[in-house]
């Protein structure tokens, strides 16, 4: 291995992989080193190349972005080539998540940009976690991930880690078009849309979001009725409200309050329709509420004495 030191000296000081390559090519044809050393050599050159046109495209793209206002590294463009820096610098050898996030402190340093934002680390982190994904040195994923877009499994685990300060990842529970994420000691959840409904992900918030400002207008509904809030959206994931205590309102109609509660909301509901005051989103929930037995989407709180809507899908 005493050979190969001055190309590598000579590689280091100038950064020319096209000369280092050649006395690799030189020293294999002499015996001086073994072709598995050499390709091994070359392989290592590349990305260490490929690091450094990384490194300096970050730096282009962040100054343009930060130019523009902050927030740069949430920037789609910028997160494709932090994934790409972690990647490169990966293939090279021994580099962990913390090297990544110092490389990218380094990168804005020299551009006399501020420490990241929560929100612009949490991207960094994604994009390491994508970074591993690229090069098969993730943990392997769980079969219930099979129905994911496997496109965004790398932000999505990044964030799963994050939320629950650990590497587990199997989902609680699942349902029509998604699984849920839990994490003990939490009022709050991840729930991730399958691949073949993510078209519906977009009408399934808004539907939430509309009828939880519909509930909040009423005050008997307002009183008896709570909507789950969205508090922060991915490619194909959402963190909202979770209550682990709830229970979907069928099974319990029969004993304590459910049924009462139930029966105040249906009239209130059939007040407002006889008013001409029911919305469309508030004649959805009527109808979820009104068959027997009821919606799986709607859940009792038996803590808050509430109806809970779970989804409007």
Do not use: C
Not at 100 to 120: C, H, Q, T, W, Y
């Amino acid at each position: 291995m005493k050979s190969l030191a001055p190309a590598a000296r000579a590689l280091h000081a100038s950064g020319d992989v096209a000369a280092f390559n050649d006395a690799i090519l030189a020293l294999e044809k002499a015996r001086a080193i073994e072709a598995r050393i050499a390709r091994t050599a070359e392989k290592a050159a590349a990305a260490k190349q490929a690091s450094a046109e990384a490194f300096d495209a970050l730096l282009i793209e962040i100054s343009r972005k930060v130019a523009a206002g902050p927030g740069a590294l949430t920037d789609p463009q910028v997160r494709k080539l932090l994934v790409d820096l972690a990647v490169s610098k990966t293939k090279q050898g021994l580099y962990s998540a913390q090297m990544f996030i110092d490389d990218v402190r380094k990168a804005r340093a020299m551009l006399n940009v501020g420490e990241m934002s929560p929100e612009e680390l949490a991207s960094a982190k994604q994009a390491w976690e994508q970074a591993l994904e690229v090069v098969g040195a993730g943990p392997k994923l769980p079969k219930s991930w099979a129905k994911f877009d496997t496109a965004n499994d790398g932000e999505f685990r990044a964030r799963l880690k994050d939320f629950r300060s650990s590497d587990e990842l199997a989902p609680d529970f699942s349902g029509g078009e998604g699984r849920i994420f839990a994490a003990e000691g939490r009022n709050l959840a991840l729930k991730r849309w399958y691949k073949d409904r993510l078209t519906d992900m977009p009408r399934s918030l808004e539907k939430l979001e509309v009828v939880a400002a519909d509930v909040a207008a009423h005050p008997v509904l307002n009183r008896n009725v709570e909507v789950v809030k969205i508090h922060e959206r991915g490619a194909d994931w959402i963190l909202r409200d979770f209550d682990p205590r709830t229970v979907e309102l069928k099974a319990v109609l029969g004993s304590g309050n459910a049924g009462a509660v139930r029966a105040r909301v249906l009239a209130e509901l059939e007040e407002l329709a006889k008013n001409g005051q029911l919305t469309e989103m508030l004649a959805d929930l009527h109808k979820k509420l009104v068959k027997m037995p009821p919606s799986a989407n709607l859940h009792w709180s038996e803590a808050k004495q509430k109806i809970v809507v779970i989804d409007m899908q």
